[in-house]
């Protein structure tokens, strides 16, 4: 089945400064790919999504691009706030057409005023 | 409001217990999830009902027993809790089976369980 291997934390940033969290996969085809977020307390909630090559997702000021040629779909942010700290998480389907996720292990992200 | 409500939020108990933990949702959903999330943040999927069918088990112990009364809602029943099952639990719901794994899961709060 598919697979996805994201960078691990924790990540520790001053306010306003820019974001990358790598995350590649392998797959069969060319899978929906999603980024979660997990805040302290709470459960995960969708961040951003793709649902096909070079799409790009957005939100909040995070974004990512799914990008075939290198399997990755790395999250960025230009300038973070405190309210980012949380939990990431990148995943997609354990197989083509399958509702069933696989998520990667979390990158926990701190940023301090 | 809620649209994944999970009860209780917090479970404390004995060793060898057994304990349910029950989980809501408001979306008009298909399908729901429970999920574990361990110590370290690593969340992995246990089982996944499709209109009150069972669709996804995974390597579960059969101590771990899901309970769909009607589509809205997703119980899990625990029989003789054991140490390594504290963690925390979560329910997520995502609309049908049809979209190609293109759906959003929409998850629950959680429930902290402690096997003292």
């Known amino acids: 089945g598919n697979s996805v291997t994201q960078m691990e934390g924790p990540v520790t940033l001053s306010e306003e400064a820019f974001l990358t969290i790598n995350c590649t996969y392998t797959a069969t085809g060319y899978p929906s790919l999603f980024w979660y977020v997990q805040y302290p307390g709470e459960g995960l909630q969708l961040l951003l999504k793709a649902t096909k090559a070079d799409d790009k997702g957005s939100n909040k000021g995070f974004e990512a691009t799914y990008r075939k040629e290198t399997t990755s779909f790395h999250l960025e942010k230009g300038s973070v706030q405190v309210s980012d700290s949380a939990v990431y998480f990148c995943?997609?389907?354990?197989?083509?057409?399958?509702?069933?996720?696989?998520f990667g292990k979390g990158t926990k992200l701190t940023v301090n005023p | 409001d809620t649209a994944v409500s999970q009860t209780p939020k917090y479970l404390v108990t004995q060793m060898g217990n057994d304990k349910s933990i029950k989980c809501e949702q408001n979306?008009?959903?298909?399908?729901m999830y429970w999920y574990k999330q361990d110590s370290k943040k690593f969340l992995k999927i246990m089982f996944s009902y499709n209109n009150k069918e069972l669709i996804i088990n995974e390597t579960v112990p059969n101590r771990f027993s899901p309970k769909s009364p009607d589509k809205a809602h997703l119980n899990l029943h625990i029989n003789s809790l054991e140490l390594g099952d504290s963690a925390v639990y979560f329910c997520a719901s995502s609309q049908d089976l049809a979209s190609g794994g293109r759906n959003t899961q929409y998850f629950g709060p959680g429930t902290r369980l402690t096997v003292l």
């Open positions: 995943a997609l389907p354990t197989q083509g057409g399958s509702e069933k996720l696989v």
């Open positions: 979306l008009g959903h298909d399908t």
